[in-house]
């Protein structure tokens, strides 16, 4: 059957406008897409690729379709994968996807350091192993690193001179860590070279940081097995590889970029590289909507495209821009175009120019006139947040949402005390808030019960006399063990478990104390190799030593294990090594089951079982959606310090001391939080509170501004540190705030689709930021003067891109059993073991390797 692309398009009841048409149709050369909110950019792209691959004759392999976030990357794929099934299901040509880059710039450096393409005779490529932002805040936190990252600092104290330099208000060595890592990965998003900046640095403190830079740098690819890289710094191994390869340019033939306002320096070389054979770069963003520059983006990579194409490629884009707004109500778009224009975005003179682009001129699909952008009366927090709450509960009660999620209260951060008076507000209506960034994650109910149970099985650390975070989190554990105590009364069958366990742990201490009396009498060296005949016996006869321990040390099993480990050693070949005495110790006085088993365990207590059945009734999703946060921080645990628990480390109080003072103190202290899943972001039956950072890229029926007010005036600290050390030109460090603070609220205002809800906070210290305080006094439609039967109801907006369902992933996982995808598939817990085929895995890299040296030589034959 001959498919026509007009055809496809019927057939996913797909109807694009003049401009989009345009940009899906565009083929060859530099494409520029400046896309305003709801203008469907992502669409666009997507149909794009399907003409390409279905249309053009362009193999998905050379296709790279990037993004910058997991849920857009998330959203691209399954697109994809739904546009080309509806293909396939029409013509019954299959496409391959498998090939494809496609996915966030991150994940697809890793897979371009593995691609054999990139290398002399297709040899196979090695990628460093990655930090993400919680690995490499442990790897430069560790007290022994971080003392020799700072080795050759006077002896001042160094928290207290960078807290000084970076203007911050600790000098904990927490606070020193994470100012020292926003520098660092701010330098390698400019490809930045120790060496070369280092003479620049005008402050001995900073000078000092650098030369801590380059050290890290060095540790990173000096220790362990491989060499290990964060964030920043792959993206700079990925640009070296393809800088080192004369013909990189021409492996993709249409690079693909989403989002291309956060791009920031080494991505940008990194695509104009791999352009610069076919010169088929298309990009698409909103420089309005660029929110990251904490993380390195430069704006003006996107607003002065046109010109860095000419510069890089040697030709200019076709420009098109998708400016019609499909997503908000008219007057909700009017308001937040006219709110930018109250800004003066014009370059100092001489210059010519602004800093954003130009005569954007967006549009609103909908000719509807009512109002739409209404605010609060300006009261004091507790009666502006009544009123607001009053609002929500009716809007609830007329069905104009479907669920409570549909409702989205933003901020600019949710620190703020205002934000505690509209959660309680909310509460008094009898409405429950979802609001993790609220405060620490670590403080959240189902946090609180799961570390207090644990506190009672394994004890809390010593508290010492300190204030601040550390006086914060040793009240949370009392708090948590006080939880702990009422889960106990309230539950005969959780206390008879943690009696239980408690007495496995002082079984194994015993046990651990009386092999060591052993030991110590016989002066054996516990790193010596363990001698089943000279040792065995001593250790099974130690005095005091349980039923457990004997049985262990007497396995005919493990004796076994032990005489294959000898017998190998002894023909000389290449293998493991012998067990050693400190070795079988340990084994005989290890804890059955890790955290994560642990952590299953009690859920099958009434107080968190609770959690599954509300979320299996649908009635709310919150509790467990935390408690598979819980399940990935106790993984990351396991990863990060030793996964199997012995009781060495309960003897001298040192698993107290690594999980509750140094583990769960390191993420209060950051205040990890965040739950997201890619496809439904927010549980059910409860209202998202989110930080406008945390909104980019979503959409709500009614969106709540809570507070229209951002404090600070001063660029970002790092961005003065790093300016003078740079040899680039960028927006005036004494308007970036400004700008920034702008292009905050423009993405909070545009989220809205049927009702955007300003607060108007009064009373001392409350005061919109500019220009909400003129806007909100220009005659804005008042609470309760609106009429929420004017609102129209929202409806959920049918998809043209079908869901995609694994047969292996969704519907094997769902027939074994229904809760077990439920748990594991869609809230993201995590599962306690995983089996892997390490030796099927061998094999085929094997054969891969064999395949690729001979396709590599009939190329050069």
């Known amino acids: 059957m001959t498919l026509t692309l007009e055809q496809l398009w019927k057939t996913a009841g797909f109807k694009p406008n003049d401009n989009q048409r345009a940009a899906i149709q565009h083929v060859d050369g530099p494409l520029y897409l400046p896309a305003g909110p709801g203008s469907g950019k992502t669409r666009v792209l997507l149909w794009r690729t399907v003409n390409l691959i279905v249309f053009q004759g362009v193999s998905p392999e050379d296709v790279y379709l990037s993004t910058f976030t997991e849920k857009a990357a998330f959203q691209l794929r399954e697109g994809l994968r739904a546009l080309l099934g509806l293909v396939t299901n029409a013509t019954g040509q299959p496409y ?75 000098a904990s060595r927490h606070a020193a860590v994470t100012s020292a890592i926003s520098l660092f990965n701010r330098l390698s998003e400019e490809c930045a070279d120790p060496g070369d900046i ?58 693909i970029i989403d989002e291309y306002q956060d791009t920031n320096t080494v991505q940008e070389r990194l695509f104009f590289r791999m352009a610069s054979g076919h010169k088929n770069i298309c990009v698409v963003g909103d420089d309005d909507q660029a929110l990251y520059r904490f993380r390195g983006a430069t704006v003006e990579n996107f607003v002065e495209f046109p010109a860095r194409c000419r510069r890089y490629l040697g030709q200019a884009p076709r420009t098109i821009p998708l400016n019609v707004n499909y997503r908000s109500r008219r007057r909700i778009v009017e308001f937040y175009t006219g709110f930018m224009g109250h800004c ?32 609060s009366r300006r009261l004091p927090p507790p009666q502006a947040c009544a009123e607001m709450a009053g609002l929500v509960r009716e809007i609830l009660d007329q069905g104009k949402v479907e669920n409570p999620n549909q409702i989205a209260f933003l901020y600019p951060s949710l620190k703020a005390a205002s934000v505690k008076v509209m959660i309680a507000a909310l509460e008094n209506v009898g409405l429950k808030v979802y609001a ?56 005969k069958g ?35 190799t363990y001698e089943v005949d000279r040792m065995k016996r001593a250790l099974y006869d130690a005095p005091g030593l349980s039923e457990t321990g004997k049985r262990t040390l007497s396995s005919r099993r493990f004796e076994r294990a032990i005489a294959l480990r000898l017998a190998e050693r002894a023909t000389g070949r290449p293998g493991p090594a012998p067990y050693t005495l400190g070795y079988v110790v340990a084994r005989a006085t290890s804890i059955e089951g890790n ?52 009781a060495e480390q309960l003897v001298d109080d040192r698993f107290q001391r690594l999980f509750f003072a140094s583990y769960l103190f390191a993420l209060f202290r950051r205040g990890e939080s965040e739950y997201e899943d890619a496809e439904d972001p927010f549980p059910k039956g409860r209202i998202p509170f989110v930080t406008i950072h945390q909104s980019k890229g979503l959409e709500f029926p009614v969106v709540v501004l809570g507070n229209p007010r951002k404090q ?32 905050m609220f423009y993405v909070a205002l545009s989220r809205a689709q049927n009702l955007l809800v300003i607060t108007h906070l009064g009373g001392q210290g409350n005061f ?33 891109l079908p869901k995609n369902y694994s047969y292996t992933g969704d519907y094997l996982q769902y027939q074994r059993c229904p809760r077990y995808y439920m748990v594991f598939r869609k809230y993201g817990l995590v599962p306690s073991r995983t089996q892997t085929m390490v030796f099927g895995s061998l094999v085929h890299r094997t054969l891969d390797d064999l395949h690729q040296f001979l396709i590599a030589n009939r190329s050069a034959a």
């Open 712 to 743: 600070g005036n001063e660029p970002q600290v790092v961005e003065k540190l790093v300016r003078p050390l740079l040899d680039r030109e960028g927006e005036p460090l004494d308007r970036q705030a400004e700008f920034d603070r702008m292009r």
């Open 198 to 255: 280092i003479s620049r640095a005008d402050d001995e403190t900073l000078l000092h940081l650098l030369e801590m830079y380059g050290r890290y740098l060095e540790r990173l690819a000096e220790e362990g097995p491989v060499a290990r890289t964060d964030f920043s710094l792959l993206q700079q191994k990925g640009l070296q590889l393809l800088e080192r390869l004369p013909q990189a340019g021409q492996v993709f033939k249409h690079v």
């Open 768 to 800: 919109a930021s500019e220009p909400f305080a003129s806007l909100l006094d220009d005659g804005m439609t008042r609470i309760p003067d609106f009429d929420v039967a004017s609102l129209p109801a929202a409806t959920l907006k049918n998809d043209d």
């Open 494 to 528: 959780l206390d008879s478990f943690i009696r239980h366990r408690q007495g496995d742990l002082e079984r194994a201490k015993n046990d651990y104390l009386a092999l060591m009396k052993v030991v110590e009498k016989k002066k054996w060296d516990l790193n010596a």
């Open 436 to 491: 993790p960034r609220a405060g620490r994650f670590i403080e959240v109910d189902e946090s609180t019960a799961m570390f207090g149970v644990f506190l009672h099985i394994f004890g809390r650390p010593e508290r010492g006399e300190y204030g601040g975070d550390y006086k914060a989190f040793h009240d949370w554990l009392d708090r948590a063990s006080e939880t702990g105590a009422a889960l106990r009364k309230a539950d």
């Open 96 to 170: 391959d996807l498998a090939k494809m880059y496609v996915g966030t710039v991150h994940s697809l450096c890793q897979r371009l350091l593995l691609d054999r393409r990139f290398y002399p005779q297709r040899q196979r490529g090695q990628s460093p192993a990655l930090l993400d932002e919680l690995g490499q805040y442990f790897f430069v936190y560790k007290r022994g690193r971080w003392a020799d990252l700072t080795d050759g600092w006077d002896d001042e104290d160094i928290p207290e001179r960078i807290k000084v330099l970076f203007k911050g208000r600790s």
């Open 344 to 375: 003066d975005w014009r370059k100092p003179s001489p210059a010519r120019g602004v800093f954003r682009v130009a005569d954007k001129d967006i549009q609103a699909a909908s000719r509807d006139k009512a109002v739409s952008v209404i605010a």
């Open 595 to 646: 955290l994560l088993d642990l952590f299953y365990q009690l859920c099958g207590f009434d107080h968190f079982r609770r959690m599954f059945d509300l979320a299996e009734r649908g009635e709310d999703e919150g509790p467990i959606c935390n408690l598979g946060l819980i399940s990935q921080y106790l993984a990351r645990y396991l990863e990060e310090y030793p996964a199997v628990l012995t």
